[in-house]
DNA sequence: CGATTGATTGAGTCGGCTCAAGATTGGTGG
DNA sequence: CCACCAATCTTGAGCCGACTCAATCAATCG
C-alpha cells in the first residue's frame, strides 16, 4: 500500500510540477484547495458514459481507475489507465454530458474537488491555469498513442508497449523505482485495453515470459529486460512528454 | 467549393460559437487576431513528429488536413481529420515538442496565428479561454472515440463510422448539407485512419454501394441511407459533443 | 502522350478469435 | 481449519476476417 500523504493532494502537484513550473504560493494554493475524500472499491463509477457530467473533479490519492467506453455489440474499449496523482474527471465535467465511463480497477481512495474552487484558483494564478490545460493535452497525447497501438500494432507489439507504459508511468509518479511494479489490471482488462482478447493476452504474456522479458506474479509484474521490452512494444516515451528529466539511457529507439 | 469569406477567421469563429457562448466583443477580438496565410498542397506539412513544437497555431480557412503518428515498424495511424474552422495546433504548441505530425489532405488554406496573440486574447476573455478549452476537450473525445473504433469494431463498422463522422461534421461546419458530402480521402488514407490496408478498404466499401447504403464518385460520397450507415457503423453523434453551447455551469464561469 | 498515383481483383496465408473445458486463486462462512 | 464459490487464468482445437503479394485497370497530370 502506497504511503499516505499528509497533503492527500500533494501527489497531484508533485504531478503538475514534472510538466511546469509552479512557485510555491501556486503550490500552497493548489494543497489548500477543498475536497471531500473517498474510498471506492473495484468497479466503482466516478462517472457514467451518457449520464451529466460532474461538477467535481477527481485526484486519484492512492490506487488505480480507467476510462472506457461500451460499443454497441457490448465490448468494452479501455481508453487509459490512471495512477496516484492523475486528475480524472476535468475530461468530462467541462463538457455537457460524459462521452466515456470512468472507474476503478483497485480499491483506491480519490479526493473529489469542486470545479468552482478548481477553476477559481486557476483563474487567479496563471501557471496553475497552464499547468492543468498542459496536463489535459498530454492526457490527449496518450489517446493518440493508443489510437496507433491499437491500429497499427500486433498483440506482442501491444501488450508489451502497454507493460512500458505503465511501468514508466509508476516510476515518473515516484510509485516504484525498480524493475518490480505493479500490474492493476485482469488479463480481461489488459485485453479490453489493447484490443485483444484475454485468452490471447494470456498467450502473449507467456511467450514474453518464455523470451525472458518479464516475469509476473499476482498482483506484481518484473521487467527483466527493459530495453529488449521497449524495442518488443514499439515504445517512445516523447508521447508522454515528461520534462527534460527523462534520463537518456531510459529513452528507446524509434527511427 | 467553400464559399471565401472576407474574414477568414470566421469559420473557426462559428465553430467555437456552436460549443461556447461568445459576445459579439469576443466575436471581434477572435476576428482581430492577426495571422499569417499560406496556401498548401497535398501532403505538405503543418507540424512534424519529434520537431520543436512551432510556436503559432494554424487555422484551416478551406481543405482538409490530418494528424498522423509513424509506428516502429513504418506504417501509418491516422489519428484525425480536420476541416474548415477546425484549430489545429494548440495540441502541440503547448508542450514542447509535437508527437505527432499534421498534413494538408487536399489543397487548403491556413491562417497562422502567432500563439502568444492567441493567448492574450484568451488571457484578455474568459469565454474565449473556455471555448478553446472546450475545443480542445473535444478533440479528446474524438480521440476516445477513435480507439474504440479501431480497438473493437469490424472492418465495415469502421470504414461506416468514419463516412458517418466526416459528413456530420462536415453538415455541423456548414460545408455541405444535403446527403452528398466531399470525401477528402484516398482509399490508402481510409484504410490508415481505420487500422485497416486499402485492399480491404476497397472491398469493404464495395459491399457498402453493393447493399445500397452509400453511392461514391471521385471526390464525393453520397450517402443514400443515413440511419442505416449510422446502425452499420454503431455511430453516436455524443462524442462529437455539439450543441452544448448552453452548458451553464461552464459558460458563466472560469478563470 | 508516357508516367505516376489510385482503384480493383484474385489467390493464398495467418494472426487472433471463438467455443469449450479445466486448473488456480482468493475470499467467505460455517 | 476446511468446504465452497466465484473470479481469473490456462490450455486445446478449429475457424475466419483481414492481410499479403501480385497483377491489371483507370484516372490525372506534366
Chains 1, 2 share one sequence.
Not at 509518479?173 to 525498480?178: E, L, P, R, S, V
Not at 508521447?239 to 527534460?244: E, K, P, S, T, V
Amino acid at each position: 500500500m502506497p504511503v499516505m500523504h499528509s497533503l492527500p493532494l500533494s501527489p497531484m502537484v508533485q504531478k503538475l510540477k514534472q510538466r511546469s513550473k509552479l512557485s510555491s504560493t501556486e503550490t500552497d494554493a493548489l494543497l489548500a484547495l477543498p475536497y471531500r475524500f473517498a474510498s471506492l472499491a473495484p468497479g466503482d463509477y466516478l462517472a457514467r458514459e451518457g449520464e451529466k457530467a460532474p461538477d467535481h473533479c477527481a485526484v486519484l490519492i492512492s490506487g488505480y481507475a480507467h476510462r472506457s467506453k461500451i460499443s454497441g455489440n457490448g465490448s468494452r474499449q479501455i481508453l487509459s489507465v490512471h495512477m496516484r496523482g492523475d486528475v480524472l474527471d476535468l475530461e468530462n465535467s467541462l463538457l455537457e454530458v460524459a462521452d466515456h465511463s470512468v472507474q476503478a480497477m483497485t480499491y483506491a481512495d480519490v479526493a473529489y474537488i469542486p470545479l468552482q474552487a478548481l477553476l477559481d484558483v486557476a483563474g487567479a494564478h496563471p501557471a496553475i491555469d497552464t499547468a492543468l490545460r498542459r496536463d489535459a493535452l498530454v492526457d490527449a497525447s496518450i489517446f493518440r498513442e493508443w489510437i496507433l497501438n491499437v491500429g497499427q500494432r500486433n498483440a506482442r507489439q501491444r501488450v508489451s508497449h502497454l507493460l512500458c507504459e505503465i511501468a514508466l508511468r509508476q516510476k515518473d509518479a515516484g510509485i516504484c523505482d525498480g524493475p518490480d511494479f505493479i500490474w492493476p489490471m485482469t488479463q480481461e482488462q489488459c485485453g479490453d485495453a489493447a484490443g485483444l482478447t484475454s485468452v490471447h493476452v494470456n498467450r502473449t504474456l507467456q511467450r514474453l515470459k518464455k523470451d525472458g522479458l518479464i516475469a509476473m506474479s499476482r498482483q506484481s509484474v518484473t521487467i527483466a529486460d527493459l530495453p529488449r521490452l521497449q524495442q518488443e512494444g514499439d515504445f517512445s516515451r516523447a508521447y508522454l512528454h515528461q520534462g527534460a528529466a527523462a534520463c537518456s539511457s531510459c529513452t528507446s529507439s524509434r527511427p
